[in-house]
């Protein structure tokens, strides 16, 4: 007679399925955090479309390339997961599942970086105009348009006087309508 002890891990009262690998999933874990913390302190790999010596459009440059930063940060997430489901073997129906998601999200956020990359590259225009509404981040002038500001949250109060109904504001505005930058519109007498 022979007697095999088998190792099993419960979690909540419940049996984990033998088949999870946690080594490897703590391994595919971990470098989704190191290549998160990486991209967020990825400096700009390319040149931007704003003229770097005016203090506005470099603003402007530094909030976008934030937008960048952040969609890297997305694929940084998803990326490892797919490695993960083509090395391992596990089970076949998860291992599908697991690269079907993971695949679905590195091509929608590889999609985000490109939208962020383009706004980047491009070359900003200078909008101004009275605002007329503001609705969290998104600000509506008197032209007609609509933007969304995608300032730090020191900047962001830092426009609180001026970015109100009335006010008169000069923003840098990306191709896709982000506001990089803002200030208020000098007196005009």
Same mark, same amino acid.
């Given at each position: 007679m022979t007697v095999a002890a088998q190792r099993t891990l419960r979690i909540a009262?419940?049996?984990?399925p033998a088949d999870i690998r946690f080594g490897r999933v703590a391994l595919t874990l971990a470098a989704s955090v190191a290549l998160v913390v990486l991209a967020l302190h990825l400096p700009p790999f390319m040149a931007s479309g704003a003229d770097l010596a005016d203090s506005g459009q470099r603003g402007y440059a530094r909030n976008i390339w934030q937008e960048t930063q952040t969609s890297l940060a997305l694929v940084a997430v998803v990326l490892p997961w797919v490695v993960y489901g083509l090395l391992w073997q596990g089970a076949p129906w998860g291992r599908?599942?697991?690269l079907a998601v993971a695949t679905a999200g590195v091509v929608l956020s590889t999609w985000f970086i490109l939208l962020s990359v383009q706004s980047y590259a491009a070359l900003p225009r200078q909008v101004s105009g009275v605002v007329v509404r503001v609705e969290g981040r998104t600000v509506w002038l008197s032209? @007609? $348009? =609509?933007?969304?500001?995608?300032l730090s949250e020191t900047e962001l109060q830092t426009a609180q006087p001026w970015l109100r109904i @009335? $006010? =008169?504001?000069i923003m840098w505005v990306s191709p896709r309508g982000h506001a990089g930058a803002v200030a208020p519109a000098p007196d005009v007498r």
């Open positions: 009262g419940r049996v984990v599908r599942l697991l032209d @007609g $348009g =609509s933007y969304y500001l995608v @009335g $006010g =008169s504001v």
